[in-house]
């Protein structure tokens, strides 16, 4: 495995990072297999974990940290906070009050005493950013955080943080996590630049587009998704743009096939092969998924197969408007001027 610099922090990380969003609940509940899965990762070199409070409610933080004990030393472990916990209006966002009180539940279920990266898992037009670089500068003061970052941020967000931390002396984001897929190039066009000229690392999430280049969905198997997690516009199959999407996976499919590689490589290694990129965090559910990935990690895509890329899907597009980040990097309807 070769590493890479996580921005300039000095810290060296796997070009893959271990996403465990599938972990409990919400994907696979038997623990044994995800630890299973963690422990293979670790061994496979990769040494970079990202996961989340909100992940099946905090199972998914147990059992990374459960996992991880006896190894913590060797990995980067990231997670989150942000979103809602339960019904309480305070058991979310990005306040202080907030900030204070779930990092103790964070580190009490990953059963160690500081996280590596603590992100910011959506920005909030409803808090001041100096509020929440504030209590996680406190944060890392403490020690209880070594490094923080942003997720799913515009450009425009990203370098209003690193001002705000600039003028305010506060510890900045050394990280963003956007999503990136050959399906969704959006950031090329403002985000990558921005976190490049920075010097942030980027981790980027859903590089297989949640599922659509993994081959699971396809022209001559187009049904739609039945799990009520899946946003309906970003896989109702008799849209315009997600059959433009099936058409597109036909061609990739094929340029795959004469490159000599899965679809699934080919879409893994196109996000870690940008420059501007650090880490592609992949999520499996099953040890079979996870080793249906582990082989980009080792890919360098030709600068033929990039142009093929490039013309299938152009620098800069998201075929899919409803693929972009959760509403940040789109002109939303009530923010357009008519």
Not at 229 to 245: E, H, I, L, T, V
Request: glycine fraction near 8%; hydrophobic fraction near 40%.
């Amino acid at each position: 495995m070769q590493y890479r610099p996580l921005g300039r922090t000095g810290v060296q990380v796997s070009p893959l990072c271990l996403g465990a969003m599938m972990f409990g609940p919400w994907g696979n509940d038997d623990r044994s297999d995800a630890t299973a899965v963690i422990h293979r990762a670790l061994d496979a070199g990769i040494n970079f974990i990202d996961t989340a409070d909100v992940y099946s409610a905090g199972v998914s933080e147990e059992i990374v940290g459960g996992a991880i004990a006896a190894r913590r030393d060797s990995v980067f472990l990231a997670t989150k906070f942000f979103m809602p916990m339960d019904d309480d209006p305070n058991h979310r966002g990005g306040s202080r009050r907030w900030i204070f009180e779930e990092v103790e539940n964070s580190l009490r279920r990953l059963g160690t005493d500081h996280i590596d990266l603590y992100q910011v898992h959506r920005p909030s037009p409803d808090v001041d950013v100096e509020e929440t670089l504030g209590a996680l500068t406190d944060l890392v003061h403490q020690g209880k955080v070594r490094y923080i970052g942003s997720s799913s941020y515009a450009a425009s967000q990203i370098v209003e943080a690193q001002w705000a931390s600039r003028d305010r002396r506060l510890e900045r984001f050394v990280t963003e996590q956007p999503p990136y897929s050959i399906l969704v190039r959006g950031i090329e066009e403002d985000v990558l630049p921005t976190t490049q000229r920075y010097g942030m690392g980027t981790l980027t999430y859903s590089p297989l587009s949640g599922g659509w280049l993994s081959g699971r969905w396809r022209k001559d198997n187009a049904s739609s998704p039945t799990s009520s997690a899946r946003p309906s516009a970003r896989f109702d199959m008799s849209s315009a743009a997600n059959q433009r999407k099936l058409d597109m996976v036909e061609d990739l499919a094929t340029l795959a096939d004469e490159a000599g590689m899965a679809l699934i490589d080919l879409a893994i290694a196109f996000v870690i092969n940008h420059p501007g990129v650090t880490s592609a965090i992949v999520g499996p559910r099953t040890m079979e998924q996870f080793e249906s990935y582990l082989p980009a990690a080792e890919i360098t895509l030709s600068t033929d197969v990039l142009d093929r890329i490039d013309e299938i899907v152009a620098p800069g597009v998201t075929v899919n408007p409803d693929d972009n980040s959760y509403g940040t990097n789109e002109l939303v309807v009530s923010a357009r001027r008519r």
